[in-house]
């Protein structure tokens, strides 16, 4: 089984600034896909961003950015120019199969005007 | 492409009764997995479906079950209903090449 952590259950951004939320996981597989899923409070979960283990380079979505650390087992998520809209739940996620994903328990962003 | 949908989308029910979910997944999605969410215990995953045959199967009991039909459309039921099982269920759609899933905007289960 795989496990994901999210040690900040809450974070805050001035608006425009740039705000970092953390993941670890933990996996004995080789090959595994990680994503940042945002949830807002009409509780649609909406894929922010996704990394491939077996990639180097950082995933970039706009203003979304990742920091793949595969021999630290994290996955941060970085969001620059930060919105009144980014606020929301935010959840990390691994899946090595596609088939069954594991989530963290969660980090909610607040964005102060 | 139409997103996934769930329904309905708010449910009150009685314990001991029991339910049933509805999940159709974005077209051309053959697989489809479900979530439950609460509050103390996050998002845990329920089973998976492709093609009509359950793939893998989260650590819940046996009152908790799903199928799939052969448009790809799943439906979850749950029987006796207990107070724990109030949450919000997500059901999520991929394609059988990609990982990302797409998830629904969930189905509110109260248990009075």
């Known amino acids: 089984a795989q496990t994901v952590t999210q040690s900040q259950p809450e974070m805050s951004v001035q608006e425009a600034e740039t705000v970092t939320l953390s993941c670890t996981y933990d996996t004995s597989e080789s090959d595994y896909y990680l994503f940042w899923y945002k949830q807002p409070p009409s509780r649609q979960m909406i894929l922010v961003i996704r990394?491939?283990?077996?990639?180097?380079q950082n995933a970039t979505e706009n203003r979304f950015s990742v920091n793949f650390q595969k021999a630290a087992k994290s996955f941060s998520l970085k969001i620059s120019d930060s919105q009144l809209g980014d606020a929301a739940m935010y959840f990390c996620?691994?899946?090595?199969?596609?088939?069954?994903?594991?989530f963290g328990t969660g980090t909610s962003l607040t964005v102060i005007p | 492409k139409a997103g996934v949908t769930q329904t309905p989308r708010y449910l009150i029910k009685t314990r001991g009764q029991q339910v049933t979910l509805s999940c159709s997944p974005i077209?051309?999605?053959?697989?489809v997995s479900w979530y439950q969410q609460t509050p103390g215990q996050g998002l845990q995953f329920l089973f998976e479906?492709?093609?009509?045959?359950?793939?893998n199967k989260g650590n819940f009991p046996g009152r908790f079950s799903g199928r799939q039909f052969s448009n790809s459309r799943s439906e979850m039921n749950v029987s006796t209903l207990e107070l724990g099982d109030s949450a919000l269920y997500l059901c999520a759609s991929r394609t059988a090449e990609a990982y990302e899933q797409y998830f629904g905007p969930g189905t509110r289960l109260t248990v009075t």
């Open positions: 996620a691994s899946s090595n199969t596609g088939n069954q994903f594991y």
């Open positions: 479906y492709f093609s009509e045959t359950q793939r």
């Open positions: 077209s051309g999605h053959r697989s």
């Open positions: 990394q491939e283990a077996y990639k180097q």
